[in-house]
């Protein structure tokens, strides 16, 4: 049985990238986040693995926990939840989803082995109150909640949440 860490090291070692990198934002020039970490750069992988067919959408980028057994699909969203359009980032988390499923089949990975988190790390909201934050923190949104067979958990944050979590989890920047 093959692992999903070491079967993307060794098939798709030109896709690896920082997670600085893949959380650019090309329309406003600005990068969401300034860690170096190295992670899949799932926009190139998911190009690479077209193979000449219409590319499907993906998400921005995949965290490989082979200790924990777990895989992050995150997408960076430099917009305020409430422009955040809902219906091309359920394309991206399905579309992203099915890619990382193929290739799982193709390297005979199993899914079972694996716990499958869906990220969206949006722009904050610095206006919001701190009682409002609160009840936020148990919120998904996007309508992703109806895609919750597609993934394990759901996570909904802004960028100031994400960048925290993973810097404490990975002790990156």
Known sequence: ????CYIL???YQDSFDSLKNTSYDKEHNIFMC??????INFDKLTEHNAN????PKSFDALICDEEEKKAYCIEFKNQEKSIVNNKSLQEKMIEGKNTLDRIMAQNKVQRKN????FCVAYKP??????YRRKIEERTIYFNLERQEHTFDKIITKDIVFFTDQF???YECQ
Do not use: C, T
């Open 52 to 55: 000449g067919k219409k590319l």
């Open 9 to 11: 090291r060794d098939r």
């Open 114 to 117: 694996y716990q499958f988190i």
């Open 34 to 39: 300034q860690s170096p970490m190295e992670v």
């Open 125 to 130: 909201n610095h206006k919001h109150y701190r």
């Open 1 to 4: 049985m093959a692992e999903l």
């Open 167 to 169: 810097r404490r989890k």
